[in-house]
């Protein structure tokens, strides 16, 4: 270890920051990849890895592939997800290893990372297969808390493709194991994704009803609740279906809700424009029905905006008049979140 270069401590300090100490550890290594890792050129460090795992397999040490393989399913689970053929190319290459040497734990895994892999690239299909088959695997071995991992990803999966009721099922599934094997933060998820599972399913019950209204405050909450949940593309499709009923019977009831979710998608797709638009039209009513809450709000939401596109001295006046609002209206809370949006601002100004 003394000839992969520098002090120990040092070395080790390195490792840990980029989360590879397993693959630096390892003596058949080359230098080429600690380059690779340390200048976190992924896509170079998953190619060399798929390399050594086939002339470890064609020279039939097992062993030390199945170690290698092991370490680097954990490392390839930190790795950025955009990189999708090669992780997909690893993913397959450790599958077919851990199908060689009659590791079914180790099989399960890669199954569930193909199928973590086709989620974030919105390949909902491809990702239930792959997670179906880890299912299968893990209740085979008895391996519950993967088990409820994999109930838990095929509910929202289900959700995405459109098949509501199967992932409420799944949800269902996965929750009673949550609870045994003593996961809260999991059981939290699966009860979040049961709400937004529900949300979709009243909303189609109002679209077959067609009753115009209760859709369009279905497609209003459930745009918002995707706008929390960081689905943005999603959330404005929901929010756009909203918007247009709205035009189309002359309905403007917490309108002001929907623009301001607007402002805030367009803001986090980059549309900054856009987004501008839509806090104007938020400012317009807030300052038309009086509501000087919503006012300090919008500002804050402007000032945002303007701090996200570098002119800083509109997002201080925008934060400081949200400021004086809140301490008017003695909104202590809000209060704290505007001195929160200047210091912030102030900080990054240095």
Known sequence: MQGMSGHPQNQSRRIRKYRYQAILSQHFFSKKIRAFCLGKDYAGVIQQVIKFLVILLKQGDN?????????????????????????????????????????????????????????????????????????????????????????GALGTVCSYLGEHLEGKKYLERALPIRREVGNRAGEAMDYGELGTVFKRLALEIWIQLGHRKEKIVACSVFGNCLKFQGEYVESKRYLDASLALREKIGYNDKEEEDFRAFGIVYQSLGELTKAEEFFKKVLAINLEVGDRRGVALTYRNQGDLQKSIGKCQKAQKLFEKALEISFQLGNRTEEAENTASLGNLWASVG
Request: aromatic content about 8%; charged content about 40%; proline content about 0%.
């Open 63 to 151: 062993a030390n592939a199945s170690k290698l393989n092991k370490e680097l399913v954990k490392i390839c689970r930190h790795i950025k997800l955009e990189l999708h053929d090669e992780s997909k190319e690893f993913y397959e290459c450790a599958l077919e290893l851990m199908k060689q040497i009659g590791d079914r734990k180790g099989e399960a895994v890669c199954y569930a990372g193909l199928g973590k892999l086709y989620r974030s690239h919105k390949e909902y299909l491809e990702a239930k297969e792959y997670y179906e088959k880890a299912l299968e695997i893990r209740k085979e071995i008895g391996d519950r808390v993967g088990e409820a991992a994999d109930y």
